[in-house]
């Protein structure tokens, strides 16, 4: 591949019906939906996805992977490690969990399982989903409530607004409440064990108790919210909502064009929320692409410098990439005034799932 191969990739999603997904995509995100049908999720930045733009435009982003995975995701692995998308629900998700990646390698020969992370875009008023249990168990007393239908009594609720952040690692049982729109950044799977369907099994949906009980946390979740953190920059605020081996998940809130940014041998994964934007980059930053509310880019790993400027008067963006947690997350927030208490809460209340602990208390 040339210089002209590495450029801001605009991506189409991938649109999912579910029977409790909706239309609220096209009025929170500008999404154009096909119509008639109930939308669920849309998988915006995924190795099946269509670059819409550039040289690359009707390629894939696994044949591009195939092509040069080195320069375009920074790994000579030859799958896309991560999925980002959003989610619609108008009704209540099934309360689920997902194996971590050795689990998903001896249960199902997928080389992922599944940990992920939720930005709240919407909610309406008195919303809420599932995060963990109320209380400490095990395995014999969920059992037990599963055979006497009785295990919504077990699980803890959580309230939510838009801005909201939520860590779900592998083996966390959950579900998304309805009334929620949501960003949702993740490993490249689709693993899902049912625990309980809220009645929908007559509808072919199947549960997955034995596999569930095998790979669940039986943990209450102290803290179920996240509290990002932000580092003030001249032109723009880029507020660390999640940190994981897996994923770095941030917003930028742009208020001036910002430059300075690179992707540093990784790709980056951009998405906007709120407002209109440009992409700057190549040879002193000269080229650029338009991106509008509810589109999703991936910036190869060779792509080097960018710069954003927005195009409207109020703009955010969802970012994403596969980090180097010391380099990319504790040092900068450190140097910002951050304590290592605040930093290691990106990686949830929860120390055994928590990737940033062992580097703090080095």
């Known amino acids: 591949m040339t210089n002209e191969d590495f450029y801001p990739l605009r991506l189409k999603p991938i649109t999912r019906a579910m029977i409790w997904g909706g239309r609220n995509l096209e009025r929170w ?59 619609d629900a108008q009704d209540d998700l099934s309360v689920q969990v997902h194996p971590n990646d050795a689990q998903a390698q001896t249960m199902e020969g997928q080389p992922f399982g599944k940990t992920e992370a939720w930005y709240i875009i919407h909610a309406d008023p008195g919303a809420q989903l599932i995060l963990g249990f109320k209380e400490n168990v095990d395995r014999e007393t969920v059992a037990a409530h599963l055979r006497a239908n009785t295990l919504v009594n077990l699980l803890a609720s959580t309230a939510v607004q838009r801005g909201d952040v939520i860590f779900v690692p592998a083996g966390m049982v959950h579900a998304i409440g309805k009334g929620i729109v949501l960003a949702e950044i993740q490993e490249n799977s689709d693993i899902t064990y049912r625990f309980y369907d809220w009645g929908r099994v007559a509808q072919g949906r199947a ?114 990439y596969v980090p180097n947690l010391q380099a990319d997350v504790i040092e900068p927030l450190l140097k910002g005034g951050h304590s290592m208490a605040d930093i290691a809460r990106l990686g949830g209340s929860l120390a055994e799932h928590n990737d940033l602990l062992p580097l703090l208390q080095t």
């Open 29 to 87: 995100l500008g999404k154009t939906l096909p119509p008639g049908e109930l939308i669920g999720e849309t998988w915006e930045a995924w190795e099946g996805c269509v670059v819409e733009n550039g040289v690359h435009q009707g390629e894939t982003l696994a044949a591009l992977l195939a092509q040069d995975s080195q320069n375009i995701v920074g790994t000579v692995q030859g799958r896309f490690p991560l999925l980002f998308k959003f989610i």
């Open 207 to 320: 549960l997955h108790i034995e596999q569930s009980l095998q790979v669940c946390t039986f943990k209450r979740v102290p803290q179920p919210k996240i509290a990002p953190l932000t580092l003030r920059h001249a032109t723009f605020d880029q507020q660390f909502l999640v940190a994981c081996r897996y994923f770095v998940f941030e917003l930028l809130a742009l208020r001036k064009p910002c430059q300075g940014l690179t992707t540093d041998g990784k790709f980056h994964i951009l998405s906007l929320i709120e407002g209109n934007a440009n992409i700057h980059f190549g040879q002193d930053l000269a080229q650029r692409v338009a991106a509008k509310r509810g589109e999703t880019f991936m910036l190869p790993a060779r792509l080097g410098a960018y710069a954003l400027s927005p195009a409207t008067m109020s703009c955010a963006i969802l970012r994403a």
